[in-house]
């Protein structure tokens, strides 16, 4: 079999780096989460749940990209967009193309879940589109975590859990202590100390709601994420060469660990495994597409 042509490989590693390909593993680990806590289900729903999913992800990474163009042409000449390597236009083809196949996909499950798609969707746009221009865009970012959470709860066989609900929440406040020290890599401000303490914002709801046998896996898990946490941010706080990129890689793939941490490990023995090949897998994903 020849290998693909260097014109091909490039466009196709483009089109990776738009999507933000790496982080595709922390969307399936959100989507498995939120589909165990709404009481699993046949198999093939949980598949058309992570493409559909996967497919929303993708288009909104696009679209940001597309909003982004004229920041990114002045302080990110790396980019896709103002390299060269694609343009504008085909780059808000394929995000509106992507955004639309992953709502379609989602509708099958019905109205509930098609409802919460749509608030799904309105919170990626939203994103995408006022990110760059308000101080509190981690806030929107994090309901897009949020309403992913919720949507995977409503397409298993029980439907949006209370469970669901407050993992939901606690997902979204590490989503948004991460995104602040993001935002502070893009904006090139100083990143500030008080969003990390949010981080562990899923630590401390594993303890108030795990009893038992959980309670046990919870306290371990947690205190797995909060190793996580504490290397990575000190490439920002703690290291004579802050590397605030890496510190964001790092919590980016940590979010597998606080959708763990929401099932307490599952009830099957095969489920604490996948979350690990999904963590595993995030991280090569990162070597080879950049993460942000």
């Not at 085909?90 to 879940?113: D, R």
């Not at 990110?131 to 949507?151: E, G, N, Q, T, Y």
Request: positive net charge; contains cysteine.
């Amino acid at each position: 079999m020849e290998p693909l042509p260097a014109t091909t490989r490039n466009h196709l590693r483009t089109l990776l780096v738009l999507g933000r390909a790496s982080n595709l593993p922390t969307v399936w680990s959100n989507c498995l989460a939120g589909w165990i806590l709404g009481g699993e289900g046949p198999l093939s729903g949980l598949l058309l749940l992570m493409l559909g999913a996967t497919c929303l992800y993708v288009g909104g990474m696009y679209l940001n990209d597309a909003f982004d163009a004229e920041f990114d042409r002045q302080h990110r000449k790396e980019r896709p967009i103002p390299s060269g390597a694609i343009t504008v236009g085909e780059v808000w083809g394929f995000g509106m193309g992507w955004l639309v196949l992953g709502t379609v996909l989602l509708a099958f499950f019905g109205p509930l879940t098609f409802f919460l798609t749509i608030l799904l969707l309105a919170a990626i746009i939203a994103y995408d589109i006022v990110h760059k221009a308000i101080a509190f865009s981690p806030f929107i970012m994090a309901l897009c975590r949020f309403f992913l959470f919720v949507v995977a709860s409503s397409a298993g066989d029980e439907g949006v859990t209370g469970l669901a609900i407050w993992c939901s929440f606690a997902l979204a406040l590490y989503i948004v202590g991460l995104s602040y020290v993001a935002k502070s890599e893009s904006t090139r401000g100083a990143a500030r100390y008080w969003p990390c303490w949010l981080l562990a914002g899923p630590v401390l709801l594993a303890y108030l709601v795990n009893q038992g046998t959980y309670k046990q896996r919870s306290a371990l898990l947690s205190a797995i994420l909060l190793v996580w946490v504490l290397r990575n941010l000190r490439f920002t706080f703690w290291s004579a060469e802050k590397n605030i990129g890496r510190t964001v890689s790092g919590l980016l793939a940590g979010i597998v660990f606080v959708d763990l941490l929401a099932v307490a490990g599952g009830r099957s023995a095969v489920i604490a495994p996948i979350f690990v090949v999904l963590f595993i897998s995030a991280l090569i994903f990162q070597r080879f597409i950049p993460a942000t």
